[in-house]
Each structure stands twice: as structure tokens, then as C-alpha cells.
């Protein structure tokens, strides 16, 4: 795995975790199915986060662009993003994910991830 390279001042944990769906848009370049899986959302920052998914990818061996669907508070958001390392626990595999929101979608999900905050839903790290 590698290391934690991270330059936000903090990350949103979710005090439960999130359930989502994300798609696999791509693999090495190669386009996949538009196929559904279930993931669950244990933090996100202004330009990455960390899911949780019943399969393994090979994130530091290969490209791979995903789409996530998913309700924090209000209103759905879709991004998009690129698994950078992954981790086995038990029978679930661990992703962290670069983000890549910008502009309106960007302001959005910091709406969002504040909201989260006043409803007590998360921890500030």
C-alpha cells in the first residue's frame, strides 16, 4: 500500500458508514459495463475519500476510473474519480479515491459535507 499523501487540513468520517453505488468506468483505459455495485462511504475530504467494496480491483496495479451515486444529505451527487491504493479487511476491500469535482459540483459537495457536520453525522480529523 502506499503511503498517505494527503495535503487537506482534514477528512469527514462518517460515524456510520454510507451505502452507495459506484460504477467502474474504466479499467487501464478499456471501457467496463455499466453495472451497479454496492459500496459503503467511511470518509470523504474536498478531493478524495475512502469506500469500501466485496471485490478487488488491483488499485495500485491499474488505472481504474469509477463513478459513485450517492445522497449525503439533500440532493444526489454524482462523481468521479480514480482508485489510488487499496487494503483487505476481512472480507471487504478498502479504496481510497482522488476525486476529481470542480467548480459548481466542487462547491456542492463541500455544501454537503457541512451540512453533514451540523447534523452531527460526522467527525472532523
Not at 46 to 54: E, K, T, V
Not at 84 to 108: A, H, P
Amino acid at each position: 500500500m502506499s503511503n498517505n499523501q494527503r495535503k487537506e487540513p482534514f477528512r469527514y468520517t462518517l460515524k456510520e458508514p454510507l451505502a452507495l453505488e459506484i460504477y467502474i468506468l474504466s479499467v487501464n483505459g478499456v471501457p467496463a459495463p455499466a453495472k451497479p455495485i454496492p459500496a459503503e462511504l467511511f470518509d470523504i475530504s474536498r478531493s478524495g475519500c475512502q469506500i469500501a467494496l466485496p471485490l478487488s480491483l488491483h488499485a495500485e496495479s491499474n488505472d481504474v476510473r469509477i463513478r459513485m451515486s450517492l445522497t449525503l444529505v439533500e440532493d444526489p451527487i454524482a462523481l468521479e474519480g480514480t482508485l489510488r491504493w487499496d487494503k483487505k479487511q476481512e472480507s471487504q476491500w478498502f479504496y481510497g479515491v482522488n476525486l476529481e469535482t470542480k467548480g459548481d459540483d466542487q462547491e456542492r459537495l463541500f455544501k454537503e459535507m457541512r451540512m453533514l457536520a451540523g447534523q452531527g453525522r460526522i467527525i472532523v480529523k
